[in-house]
């Protein structure tokens, strides 16, 4: 099993930015890919970025330009800096972790942009 564990959600003015992190536990070895979902207000969970194990980075349409994700090998974890926040970018963020055949989220974070 594995458990992930987000922090940094909040609330921020439009064009501000945020950082969230993401920290693996217990089964950790060969997490193939982890990464951020969101899922806004009467919408479907959607992909925002995943990053390999060999550090390839796929983001969503919505968010290339603004937002980054890196990993972190040695410290199991994942992060999600977040700048030029809009309105629409409100959310719960959720981190993902997939591991073979396994896929893992964590509890899920606010993220609120509004003035």
Wanted: proline share 3%; charged share 15%.
């Amino acid at each position: 099993q594995v458990q992930l564990e987000e922090s940094g959600g909040g609330l921020v003015q439009p064009g501000g930015s945020l950082t969230l992190s993401c920290v693996a536990s217990g089964s950790t070895d060969s997490l193939h890919v982890m990464g951020w979902y969101r899922q806004a207000p009467g919408k479907q969970r959607e992909m925002v970025a995943a990053v390999s194990l060999s550090g390839y980075t796929n983001y969503a349409d919505s968010v290339k330009g603004r937002f980054t994700a890196s990993r972190d090998f040695a410290e199991r974890g994942v992060y999600l800096e977040m700048t030029s926040l809009k309105p629409d970018d409100t959310a719960v963020y959720y981190c993902n972790a997939q591991k073979y055949a396994d896929t893992y989220w964590g509890q899920g974070t606010q993220v609120t942009v509004s003035s």
